[in-house]
């Protein structure tokens, strides 16, 4: 509660509505939400040497208050297997932004490691005027953008209540595993929706969370993007 404390003040104090994702993560991390492993780096070189340090393949994201979403200017890239493809998507990602925004504040270039894809959860929380925080689940990209296929429940929520919403989305048979595909860790997810609850809980400045993608592996998951919005 109190690195979150800390986060959150700081960026009032810069004026800012929205975490950085080193920022978002910072929070999850306290609150028990695993995410990739990630350095901020300031330049190319030190880019590199985290990368180096974390271990190919990672990815790069760019870091700036006036990006939100990173990948619609050219600020992620995946993948990347060795130092001078690091250096590449470095310069890359800062002409792609620069192109996009001139005026774009810079904060720095995210390395992260790159999780294996496996089937992506997102959770969300978002503030009811009436109810409070409301806690969504769903699994990701086409289940939540075409099919709508999500559930929600008001915060806190209880462990039962967690399962409960694991269970009645649509698409449960593909968490609980389907041909090729190994039934995927309920309880890694279960641990996140209530952790992010007590996190929403607990942080009444939060007005919107976004944990998109989330990577459920058979043992564990992985959060890869996160997202905090202040009131
Ligand atoms: P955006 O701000 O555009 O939502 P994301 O951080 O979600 O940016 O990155 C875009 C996509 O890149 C993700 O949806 C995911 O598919 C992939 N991605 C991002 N970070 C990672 C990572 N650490 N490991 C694996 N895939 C990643
Ligand atoms: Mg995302």
């Known amino acids: 509660m109190k690195e979150t404390s800390r986060v959150l003040s700081q960026a009032?104090?810069?004026?800012?509505?929205?975490?950085?994702e080193t920022e978002a993560k910072t929070?999850?991390?306290?609150?028990?939400i695993p995410v990739t492993k990630f350095e901020l780096a300031k330049s190319e070189v030190e880019a590199v040497r985290f990368a180096d340090?974390?271990?190919?393949?990672?990815?790069?994201?760019?870091?700036?208050?006036?990006?939100v979403h990173k990948s619609d200017v050219g600020g992620v890239v995946v993948d990347l297997k060795d130092a001078s493809s690091v250096g590449n998507a470095y310069n890359q990602i800062l002409n792609n932004v620069k192109q996009h925004d001139a005026k774009a504040r810079i904060t720095g270039m995210l390395i992260q490691e790159m999780a294996p894809s496996s089937t992506e959860v997102i959770v969300g929380a978002l503030k009811d005027p009436q109810f409070g925080p409301a806690i969504m689940f769903g699994l990701g990209g086409i289940f939540v953008e075409v099919l709508k296929d999500v559930t929600f429940r008001i915060a806190p929520i209880t462990e039962d209540e967690a399962c409960e919403m694991i269970s009645e989305v649509k698409a449960y048979p593909l968490l609980k595993g389907y041909r090729n595909t190994p039934p995927a860790d309920l309880e890694a997810i279960a641990k996140i929706l209530l952790n992010t609850s007590r996190l929403v809980t607990d942080h009444s400045e939060i007005k919107e969370l976004d944990l998109n993608p989330i990577m459920v592996y058979e043992k564990g998951?992985?959060?890869v993007d996160a997202r905090i919005?202040?009131?």
């Not at 009032?12 to 950085?20: D, I, N």
């Not at 340090?53 to 990006?67: A, F, H, N, R, T």
């Open 27 to 32: 929070v999850c991390i306290e609150y028990g």
């Open 53 to 67: 340090e974390l271990g190919y393949p990672v990815v790069l994201k760019i870091v700036s208050p006036d990006i």
């Open 221 to 223: 998951a992985k959060t």
């Open 229 to 231: 919005i202040l009131e």
């Open 12 to 20: 009032y104090k810069e004026g800012r509505k929205s975490l950085l």
